[in-house]
């Protein structure tokens, strides 16, 4: 069936970039995208990325996805203590389902 | 302003007694869903709906039951509300492509 893998945790110091990895099984995915979740908070969309696409820039934001692979990262350039939180991958498959990853929590350390 | 509202946002109950989440869209969206989010475990799809009276199962649908008889609005029921039910529970809407709104969520808590 579908699944979409995240590792859990990912620890960076402030000022590094930060990367995040995903990986999904279902390749007739439309969409993939990245979520951020702060403590005690709905969901945010920061990015997301159509299936035809390899890469995507959102100012600090840089998405790559490795389509042979089934891979999708999330890379956050100048990582600030801001930036901690939980991020989550998802894909979307026909009819509206959009599958999530476990989330990844990131700490940003001063 | 575009939004989707859930109501309550937070609600403690006891086992057995019957709830209903509601969720509101402003957007003229299609598609709704409801999920579920419990640590570790990512957030979860119980229910969703492409359209007015189309509703179809997710990963998670058994304890709950859902109805989608207006566009704008897809409320969550638990019929017999058990423990294994507490958890944070968010509402979303979308066109089908791109964006998907999501509620604040609704934290419950069944004892």
């Known amino acids: 069936g579908e699944d979409v893998e995240q590792s859990l945790f990912l620890s960076v110091r402030e000022g590094d970039s930060s990367v995040i990895n995903c990986t999904y099984t279902?390749?007739?995915?439309?969409?993939l995208y990245w979520y951020k979740q702060e403590p005690g908070a709905g969901l945010q969309l920061l990015t997301y990325?159509?299936?035809?696409?390899d890469m995507k820039q959102d100012q600090r934001l840089t998405v790559l996805l490795n389509k042979k692979d089934k891979h999708l990262s999330l890379r956050i350039a100048d990582t600030q203590t801001g930036d901690s939180a939980i991020y989550f991958c998802?894909?979307?498959?026909?009819?509206?389902?959009?599958?999530f990853g476990q989330g990844t929590e990131l700490s940003v350390k001063p | 302003e575009a939004q989707v509202t859930q109501n309550p946002r937070y609600l403690i109950t006891v086992t057995g007694k019957k709830l209903t989440v509601t969720c509101s869209q402003n957007?003229?969206?299609?598609?709704m869903s409801w999920y579920r989010q419990d640590p570790g475990l990512g957030l979860r799809q119980i229910y969703y709906?492409?359209?007015?009276?189309?509703?179809d199962k997710g990963d998670v649908p058994e304890g709950y039951k859902v109805s989608r008889k207006e566009k704008r609005n897809f409320p969550l029921i638990l019929e017999s509300p058990s423990p294994n039910q507490t958890s944070l529970y968010f509402c979303?809407?979308?066109?089908?492509?791109?964006?998907?709104?999501f509620g604040p969520g609704t934290r419950l808590t069944v004892t």
């Open positions: 998802a894909e979307s498959i026909w009819g509206g389902k959009l599958i």
């Open positions: 279902d390749s007739s995915s439309t969409y």
């Open positions: 990325i159509f299936s035809n696409m």
């Open positions: 957007m003229n969206h299609e598609y």
């Open positions: 709906s492409m359209n007015v009276e189309v509703t």
């Open positions: 979303a809407s979308w066109t089908g492509l791109e964006e998907q709104y």
